[in-house]
């Protein structure tokens, strides 16, 4: 599986397509989508003179300006410089799919680079699959809560009513946290996320899972399966929920110290 397994529908003008509309039958004007407040991260090309480069991806309905993306950039950015956070809900939320999750990450690893990832939820999702598709650019891998299975765990947040809407209208409304807002998201994130559930994971570099067992979004019975079946994984268990927020300083720590010890150069050391 050398290349992304579906189309990212973000190239819909330039293959003469039509843009998403909204529940009214407006089209979204993803141009005019506006961002969260004093965020413009993410949109840089790598430095081609660095060998290794450390991605944070955010959660679903995050951005970069969530609390553990800024503490993991205070830390970050004193021992490597590579560190990049791009937004996710670029160039507009509603248009959100985990293709264009791991289309950023090859953006920003580079072609001919390695790199490390740190995923959050949905960004950890993405990142294993970037991960599986690109077994030589990957060092290693931090993944929070990773939502293994993201089309299920919206199926089974919606339920059949609201995914039957979600499937007539072609949008659904979702409470985004980064936005402190409601947002619209077109059905191709869900036809998207059940084409990658449905994608083997074949990762061949060091993970670090940080999993809360309180977790009420995205079940540790997901990660304790995924640790399981796979030899290279590390499963850190806490009595926290989904956001690890009560245990953050712990899950900073070992994330960094985990980096440090698997990463093929100095880009995590002073």
């Given amino acids: 599986m050398g290349a992304l397994a579906t189309p990212d529908r973000d190239l819909w003008s330039k293959e003469g397509g039509s843009p998403p509309k909204r529940l009214d039958g407006k ?4 141009r005019a ?22 991605v944070y991806l955010h959660g679903f309905s995050s951005s970069p300006g969530s609390r553990k993306a800024r503490l993991f950039e205070k830390r970050l950015v004193k021992q490597s410089s590579s560190l ?8 507009c939320f509603s248009t959100l799919t985990i ?23 949905m960004g950890g999702f993405a990142a294993a699959h970037f991960a599986s598709l690109h077994p030589t650019r990957v060092d290693a891998l931090v993944l929070m809560a990773p939502a293994f299975n993201m089309a299920r765990l919206l199926e089974e947040r ?18 985004h946290h980064g936005f402190n807002d409601k947002r619209q998201l077109g059905l191709e994130f ?21 999993h809360g067992r309180n977790d009420p979004d995205v079940p540790i019975a997901l990660s304790e399966r995924f640790a399981s079946s796979h030899r290279n994984v590390e499963l850190v268990r806490y ?10 300083d712990d899950v900073l720590e070992r994330a960094v110290s985990f980096l440090e010890s698997n990463t093929s150069n100095d880009a995590t050391s002073n």
């Fill in 190 to 210: 869900l036809e998207d996320a059940r084409k990658w559930a449905a994608a083997p994971l074949r990762i061949r570099c060091p993970v670090l899972i940080l």
């Fill in 99 to 121: 293709s264009r999750v791991i289309k950023k990450a090859e953006h920003l690893i580079g072609p001919e680079s390695r790199g490390a990832i740190i995923g959050s939820s």
């Fill in 239 to 248: 009595e926290a929920g989904h956001s690890l927020e009560e245990v953050v």
């Fill in 27 to 30: 089209q979204v004007n993803t």
């Fill in 33 to 54: 989508c506006p961002l969260p407040p004093g965020l413009d991260m993410g949109g840089k090309a790598p430095d081609e003179t660095q060998t290794m480069r450390i």
């Fill in 84 to 91: 990049a956070i791009p937004d996710l809900n670029e160039p």
């Fill in 158 to 175: 919606l339920g059949p009513e609201g995914i039957a809407r979600w499937q007539a209208t072609g949008m659904t409304e979702i409470d």
